[in-house]
């Protein structure tokens, strides 16, 4: 097959996503009060409502109805005051009811956007031509949302017997309901993705808008968070859709964009060896790295969709409204803007940081007691040792950034010291005093080291006088030696400059 | 336009109810007949008129807390799996799913 | 002592307080009546003696206690198959639940326990609530007490049977399409469908979920109020989110005079040809009982109820299909044995499980919720509905109720009607009113004078307006005993004292 980049000179693919979410922060499922946890034992919470007996009702979580009016106001949407949950049915056993309720035409949230950055080498993958490019090859993306709807998740099926656990294959199957009635909200993107790498950005930037506003643990591996993607591809300057398939089984990022890339590249090899795409839906072997059918769709599925009538309609008010948007945090963009105007951070790290709200939490509280100018250190510090660490506190990291913008230590003793305070409560100073780590500024004493270190390597004094400037690295390393550490790198490099210059 | 035999038997499949082949004669029959009563639905002009799926006035925004097991209804395993035809240990067990795989969601 | 079948519930609640006789003396004399009775009448499809003397006895100890009783004190109920109570089955005489054990307490029955009623047993209806004669259970037929070669009515038969045979003071039902009042019109006694809302169904299997409402069987409208008050009592059920709070007493000023207040007649409807003549000659009686005590009748319009039946068989089996997908075979309900693959245990155990009558309403329902199909008449008939209930608001601006025949034929014999949709035809008077939610009252007017068999009137309130339209009720049954042609509280003549003295 041939490579993404050189398919998508030829081809433009049209992706849209499709994004499961369980609001796993609430305490209680969607239309009952059974306890929200997927960890105990099997049917542990259960009731008859989630076990769909005969002759009980649902009762809407106010609180999962918050979340999603948070989630839509936090991504462009419009907030449908008037709704209604309906009824999906299909026969299935793990939606107990076998219907799934969830909304009909008109979801609580409508026709909202996400700006995508598109940076780096994932912006190299749409070409040029096709879109307006920053110097820099950078470009923005606006992808409208159709849709946010409630629903609720269905049970856990284990199939066993057979073979590898297929369910083709598997004797019977098992059931455990604790998850039956999750409340989940399901996001409908237009079908405005262009690249992999923007269908990947646009998950993540949804999963990092998501952790914010705090209603989802969001995790792919776990399956809180999961997306299926339709992708179909139609010849440059072409308008008509091709035919899409269905994209199953993502469970990271690198998966979401492996698998697209995939498809569009297999999707290209048939179109052009004269054969068709069928619209069916395939399942991503990640460890073949490659897509498989599941199931083609001749017809469309018939799902008697209609309101439930168990449950009220929604005529949300205004006020309702209001109070939702007074809960919802600043979120990541607006964050990243900040920190870039008033910390002055680099707009990559101001990015990172901003994109989870733990370490952007972290940082804030690092930064709180720190001087403006060590600011830059404490998000260089949180960007690139924090995530390495265990349990440090953002007051070591401060502490420890300040050492560190005052060339007291090196980045390399920062690591080190990181590594001895993880899971401590020590205070980095301490360490830094009691190894002799910190590094002298004191000019005279260095001056002495760089005169005792030129007077014995005459040798590399020579070659630097005949031009070989870079030796000044070793003199540098002989003055870090002969102070045993203890001297500022960068002063000893101005030093025996400004000597040999002379 | 009258339901055919093959019609009612597609429905039945979706219904998941197998009828016989005589069952199927017979509902046949049944519902053209039952659909042959419901025409002064369709002789109405209803342009601009809003449909009442629920008869309950005004009331809306019905929502309850977030609080486990607020009513206690929470079901023991024995009691959950009571009326079961088929359990093994705390899950409910249905025979082979054989492609079987639900819709879409 | 007297029999206990010429005690009203009222007289019994007042009695256990008096201590008159205890609340274990009148279980054993309701279970005494049953066992001498129910031979004939079939009207229980299992009686649950240990959970009647354990609540007695419960009732007794509080008494002793010193503790207040609740205005249900002692009187014996039962309860329609289709309600659940810890401790019993709930089979909704199906196959399908022939073993199904109650996992929780409908809240209809739990508030009627918590006003002191004694639990004698589970009553006998159509199964799944799909009729109107009781034909249709899958165990038995239940016998109209007035002749036991009729029908009692559906499909709240066998709790319309147990209360005119004198088993039990009071019952409950459920009332979908007029399956309170139509047995209540066949077997002479006072039947209450209430408004919409008004009673929980948390805990009733479903049949039609936007058209199912819970109410009292009594042999006097008093005792239908008092066990009114009961369900009403402890405001809105909170596990049924179409409940809606009544602030009534029903009790209060049931007896005041109805001098100056209006009632609504269509004259139209009488000259129906499925009229028989003994109805409309009731109807007249019930006419001149009202003018007796000082009510205005004017006339009134419903022009679109006729096409209440077809807007009806477009909703009810869209719902009942939906609400009867859950029986699967998996997590309760009959599951057909020796099945290899799941699809096939589904489609079998439904086929075998659910009755005739069942898999008509399922089958109409999931052909009206096709894609396609639904617009042609799912969404005009909830438009329709719409047409329906304007009607009735417009009715009511010039009336205080709407008299008119609760059957258009007195209780006809077993097998007389064997055409599925010709049985539908019964309905005729009673189901605008579960498409529009008020509330409707079957009250005896007397014995037909060609069947010998109890005729009744039925008047229709406004919604929530359910005080008035019983104080309405009141007023005719007592014009009516004025009249003497009918008396209230008695019991079907071959049955009156068999059994259940106290």
């Given at each position: 097959m041939k490579k993404l980049q050189e398919v998508l000179r030829d081809w433009e693919a049209v992706i849209g996503l499709e994004v499961h979410t369980e609001l796993t922060t609430l305490e209680t499922k969607m239309f009952c009060d059974c306890r929200l946890s997927h960890d105990d034992e099997p049917n542990t919470n259960v009731c008859p409502v989630c076990l769909g007996m005969p002759g009980a009702l649902p009762v809407p979580n106010r609180k999962a109805i918050e979340s999603i009016v948070m989630a839509g106001l936090a991504t462009n949407c419009e907030i449908q005051p008037r709704s209604y949950f309906y009824r999906k049915h299909y026969f299935y056993p793990d939606m107990s009811k076998n219907y799934q309720t969830t909304q009909g035409p008109?979801?609580?949230?409508?026709y909202g956007h996400l700006d995508l950055e598109v940076t780096g080498q994932g912006a190299k993958e749409r070409p040029d031509s096709t879109v307006s490019k920053a110097s820099d090859g950078s470009y923005v993306a606006p992808i409208r949302i159709l849709r946010i709807h409630m629903e609720e998740d269905a049970a856990k099926m284990v199939h066993v017997g057979g073979t590898e656990g297929r369910i083709t294959s598997a004797a019977e199957s098992l059931i455990d309901y604790?998850?039956?009635g999750t409340p989940l909200i399901e996001l409908v993107t237009e079908p405005d993705l262009r690249t992999p790498e923007e269908a990947r950005l646009f998950m993540e930037k949804l999963r990092q808008t998501f952790l914010t506003l705090g209603i989802s643990d969001c995790s792919l591996e776990n399956g809180s968070m999961r997306c299926d993607g339709n992708v179909s591809i139609r010849r440059r300057g072409t308008t008509e859709f091709g035919t899409k398939t269905e994209m199953k089984n993502i469970n990271s990022f690198k998966s979401l964009h492996n698998a697209l890339e995939y498809e569009i590249c297999r999707q290209a090899e048939v179109l052009e060896e004269g054969g068709i795409v069928y619209q069916e839906t395939r399942h991503w072997e990640p460890s073949k790295r490659r897509t498989v059918v599941m199931r083609v769709k001749e017809t469309a599925d018939d799902y008697r969709m209609y309101p439930d009538p168990d449950l009220a309609p929604f005529d949300l008010s205004d006020e309702f409204v209001e109070r939702c948007r007074a809960r919802v945090p600043e979120l990541p963009d607006a964050k990243r803007d900040r920190y870039i105007n008033d910390f002055g951070l680099k707009r990559a790290d101001a990015a990172q940081i901003a994109g989870d709200p733990a370490t952007a939490t972290f940082f804030e509280q690092a930064v709180a007691t720190v001087k403006d100018k060590v600011v830059p250190t404490v998000a260089n510090v949180v960007v690139n040792l924090v995530p390495a660490t265990k349990a440090v506190t953002s007051a070591q990291v401060a502490s420890l950034s300040s050492l560190l913008a005052a060339d007291a230590i090196t980045f390399a003793q920062a690591r080190e010291v990181l590594e001895v305070i993880d899971g401590t409560t020590m205070d980095p100073e301490k360490i830094v005093d009691e190894r002799g780590m910190r590094q002298s500024t004191d000019t005279d004493a260095l001056s002495a080291t760089v005169e005792e270190v030129l007077a014995r390597c005459t040798d590399q004094v020579r070659q630097y006088k005949e031009g070989n400037k870079k030796v000044v690295g070793f003199l540098v390393g002989q003055c870090m030696k002969a102070s045993r550490g203890t001297g500022n790198p960068k002063l000893f490099n101005q030093l025996l400059r400004e000597r040999l210059e002379a | 336009m009258a339901l055919t035999r093959e019609d009612v038997r597609g429905i039945a499949d979706y219904a998941r109810i197998a009828l016989t082949e005589e069952e199927l004669d017979e509902m046949t029959t049944y519902m053209n007949e039952a659909v042959e009563m419901l025409q002064p639905i369709r002789e109405y002009d209803l342009e601009g008129v809003e449909p009442t799926?629920?008869?309950?006035?005004?009331?809306?925004?019905?929502m309850a807390g977030d609080t486990p097991n607020a009513h206690g209804r929470s079901l023991d395993i024995d009691v959950a799996l009571s009326n079961a035809g088929a359990s093994q240990g705390r899950t409910f067990r249905v025979p082979s799913i054989l492609g079987d795989e639900g819709g879409d969601r | 002592m007297a029999n206990f079948d010429t005690l009203s519930a009222a007289a019994i609640a007042a009695g256990v307080k008096a201590g008159d006789f205890s609340a274990t003396e009148v279980a054993r004399a309701a279970l005494d009546a049953i066992e001498a009775r129910d031979g004939e009448v079939q009207a229980f499809l299992q009686t649950s003696a240990e959970l009647a003397l354990e609540a007695a006895a419960a009732t007794d100890a509080a008494r002793a206690a010193g503790e207040e009783l609740g205005p249900l004190a002692g009187v014996p109920m039962a309860y329609k198959d289709n309600m659940h109570l810890v401790g019993t089955r709930t089979t909704c005489a199906s196959k399908m639940l022939y073993n199904y054990e109650s996992t929780f307490t409908a809240t209809c029955v739990q508030r009627t326990l918590d006003a002191g009623a004694t639990p004698v047993g589970k009553a006998n209806m159509d199964e799944f609530a799909f009729g109107s004669s009781t034909e249709s259970s899958a165990f038995h037929p239940t016998c109209n007490p007035w002749d036991t070669t009729r029908v009692p009515g559906g499909s709240s038969g066998g709790s319309a049977a147990a209360v005119a045979s004198g088993e039990v003071p009071l019952s409950l039902g459920s009332d979908t399409g007029g399956s309170i009042r139509q047995p209540a019109s066949f077997c002479g006694v006072v039947g209450m469908k209430p408004t919409y809302g008004a009673v929980s169904r948390y805990g009733v299997v479903a049949f039609g979920s936007s058209l199912d409402q819970v109410g009292p069987f009594g042999r006097s409208v008093t005792d239908v109020a008092l066990a009114m008050n009961a369900l009403v009592a402890g405001g809105r059920d909170h596990l049924d989110s179409t409940s809606q709070e009544v602030p009534a007493?029903?009790?209060?000023?049931?007896?005041?005079s109805v001098e100056g207040m209006r009632v609504g007649i269509i004259s139209a409807l009488m000259e129906h040809e499925a009229v028989t003549d003994e109805v409309r000659k009731g109807l007249e009686a019930a006419r001149a009982a009202l003018e007796a005590q000082g009510v205005e009748v004017v006339e009134v319009e419903l022009p679109n109820m006729t096409s209440a039946i077809a807007a009806y068989y477009v909703i009810g089996p869209s719902e009942a299909f939906s609400n009867l997908a859950r029986f699967d075979g998996v997590r309760f309900g009959y599951q057909e044995p020796n099945c290899t693959t799941l699809a096939e245990q589904t489609a079998l155990s439904r086929a075998h499980g659910f009755g005739a009558e069942a898999k008509r309403r399922q089958m109409l329902g999931a052909y009206l919720l096709a894609a396609g199909v639904y617009d042609k008449y799912y969404y005009p008939a909830q438009q329709v509905r719409t047409l329906i209930t304007d009607d009735y608001r417009r009715a009511f601006e010039c009336c205080d109720a709407i008299l008119l025949p609760t059957s258009p034929t007195s209780a006809f014999h077993f097998g007389e009607i064997s055409d599925p949709t010709q049985m539908y035809a019964s309905d005729l008077f009673t189901i605008s009113n579960n498409i529009a939610g008020n509330g409707g009252v079957s009250v005896p007017v007397g014995l037909g004078s060609t069947s010998g068999m109890p005729i009744a009137a039925q008047l229709q309130g406004p919604a929530f307006k359910d005080h008035t339209l019983l104080r309405m009720a009141r007023a005719l049954e007592r014009s009516i005993e004025e009249a003497g042609l009918a008396k209230p509280g008695t019991v079907a003549p071959a049955f009156a004292g068999k059994g259940g003295e106290l």
């Open positions: 008109v979801a609580f949230c409508m604790n998850r039956c | 799926f629920h008869p309950i006035g005004d009331l809306s925004n019905v | 007493n029903f009790l209060d000023g049931l007896e005041d």
